[in-house]
């Protein structure tokens, strides 16, 4: 039986400051859901409201079709993993991953047989009588994990699980949660992360959040390749945001006529103009647009090109040039009508 998640209209306020301002999201049952925002912007909060941990001062939060908002955090079904593991220190991993299911009184065989079932899922069978300070974070991590999964709960939220581990062990653990979540489809995930490639690599939906809000929610691809405000182009992925207005005769950017449809912008608005810099071609081309070579940077596999255009700084990044051209030079770089997005202007958090 999989369970999704909606929250409606949830506002939680400390004091006279509001830190979730009217969040209205729905997470399908068996989706992983990012949340993914710069510190500050509500995300933790809102995981804390669906636990239980928070009150809402507005709104409701309903589990499958129950509505949970009055209901204590032990009686909503959700297994919780955070980021510093939060294991008990004096318990052998077996009775830390037992906790939850002691907690609720489970039968004895059962606890044993859960105990065993999630050890093995995260990999952790050999450690079960070790105690945390004999493991590696990653290992207590792992722990912390099972433990969440042992009360098997519909509903599993992460709160920035692999922040305190190092680069090389977090892409191994972003592995394994992926490997868990196709070992078990049916259970609903609220992932909250300010890392954008946790998101874009786990979640099947991510929810931007920014200043207490909701700002834009689709698939990865979706809020890459088409994002509805400037803050989701900035944060997600490098983007060059340029100022344009949208005329009668179509778009411009000062002085440069462009090629690229001005969809629903009113003619006379102010409208930003988003290209990835990774599709931005050197030489002529459609929209072409020159400039003056600011910066050149090696990166390996590629150039990167900051180019000043009409007052604007041009990023892009092209695949290593046998020759670049120096700084001072001048250079037209040119992009394709549909890798260009037409954002309204203001859409910055
Ligand atoms: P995020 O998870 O996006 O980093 P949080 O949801 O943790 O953000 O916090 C949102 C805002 O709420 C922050 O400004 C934070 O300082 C504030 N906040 C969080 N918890 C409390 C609390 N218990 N008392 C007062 N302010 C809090």
Redesign the pocket.
Known sequence: MSTGIRFDGVT?T??R?T??DSFDLTVEPGEVMA?L????????????ALAGF?EPAAGRVHIGDRDVTALPPHRRGVGMVVQQYALFPHMKVDANVAFGLKARKAPRAEITARVAEALEMTGMAAYAKRYPRELSGGQQQRVAIARALAIRPGVLLL??PLSALDARLRSGMLAELARLHRELPDITMLY?T?DQVEALTLADRIAV?DS?RLQDCGTPRDLYRRPRTEFTASFIGTANLLPVTVTADGVRLAGTALDVPAGGAAVGAPATLCVRPHLVGLGEGPNALRGTVAEVQWRGATHRLCVDVEGHRVTADLPELPAPPPAGAEVTLHFAAHDAVLLPAGTHG
Request: net charge neutral; charged share 15%.
């Open positions: 939680v400390y004091g400051t830190v979730l949340l925002g710069p510190s500050g912007s509500g995300k933790t909060t809102a995981l804390r928070v709160d920035e909250v300010h959040m207490a």
